[in-house]
């Protein structure tokens, strides 16, 4: 999600121009899900976490900053860049969205699954209309899924499942 959602918002974001949307696409991408999953992965393989769904809640702590550090990253680049608004604003969307639950990690594991898949459901529909409503049941499966594997309580993934829409449709609205 964390890759394709920034694609969405750049090609809405560019006019439907390809080369911009690659671009601009890439750089949240990279930045907000490649460059942080690769940490975990490599810090999973080498013993630091529990694996790289990093499912002890107090291991969250260095993989969650080393994914605030690297979104802030990112933004550096697009606003240097000067890209388009829109790329900008789900870029500070995505790095509120993901400072509140890293805050709320310290004394609760909340569902990140849950909160990016809320995100980008809710960022969709403020693009592109109300037809991307029709994703919403994906938004519980994932939940349920997380609550299957016994990675999270119903509590947790109702908690992702709300910040991400809540909060990061806020503040992507109040930035573009």
Known sequence: ????????????????????????????AVFSSVLPMMFIVRGARLGRWDGHHVRNRDGRTVPLLLGLGSTALGLAILLLGRAPQDVTALDVAMLVTLFACTIVTRWWKISLHSAVAGGAVATLVLLYGPFFLVLVPFVGLIGWSRVAVRDHTVAQVIAGALIGPILGGAVFLLVR
Do not use: D
């Not at 969405?8 to 006019?15: E, I, L, N, Q, R």
């Open 1 to 28: 999600m964390v890759i394709l959602l920034p694609l969405a918002v750049a090609w809405h974001a560019t006019g439907y121009q390809l080369g911009r949307t690659v671009l601009w696409g890439l750089v949240v």
